[in-house]
């Protein structure tokens, strides 16, 4: 199957943990990009429930389970800043060109990143529905207001959620592979809940 864009697709995520709407996301980025790069990240409007470490741990077993050749997880881009990171992915791949992933979730919170003029104006912004997150059209013309280039991608992500596990430890919103090792460690004090 040929790819239907020709960018590299990145993809960050505070994978707080790890959820089946990553995996859904990831596989079918890769159906439709050449390359997906991840990373695991600490999100400045966030509490986070695990420190970055852990999470990119977390992160790393999930790209491990896809064992896809063109999905690599590069911690080195992480960036609590999402302009720092496409600065560290334009010099480390300097011959690649890139569409930024986000979940329709997040559209409304992108002109009010730190630099957004700036970062949307140097890259492609892919926006991937979630279940119960519709794309809101006023959300995507403030982007385009601001020189963002949006490419709506055919993929229906799952509404699994990591706040959701966060919040009522809902195991069956995680991948099996990232469940063992959140209840081999007792990550997110899951034991004390059960």
Do not use: C
């Amino acid at each position: 199957m040929t790819s239907q864009f020709i960018t590299t697709a990145l993809l960050g995520t505070s994978a707080d943990p790890p959820t089946l709407g990553h995996k859904a996301l990831l596989e079918g980025l890769l159906k439709l990009f050449p390359k997906v790069i991840t990373w695991a990240s600490d999100n400045p409007a966030k509490e986070h429930g695990l420190p970055l470490n852990k999470r990119t741990e977390l992160l790393q077993i999930l790209v491990k389970k896809i064992d896809h050749p063109n999905l690599k997880l590069i911690q080195d881009l992480s960036s609590p800043r999402t302009f720092k990171t496409l600065e560290k992915a334009q010099t480390m791949l300097p011959k690649e060109s890139f569409t930024f992933v986000i979940g329709s979730d997040l559209t409304g919170q992108v002109p009010h990143w730190t630099d957004a003029k700036k970062f949307l104006t140097r890259t492609r912004l892919g926006i991937a529905p979630r279940e119960g997150w519709p794309i809101q059209k006023k959300e995507l013309k403030a982007i385009e207001v601001l020189g963002g280039k949006i490419q709506l991608l055919p993929l229906i992500i799952p509404a699994s959620s990591s706040s959701n596990f966060r919040e009522n430890h809902n195991k069956s919103h995680l991948p099996s592979e990232v469940l063992k090792k959140i209840l081999k460690e007792n990550l997110y004090k899951i034991a004390t809940t059960n």
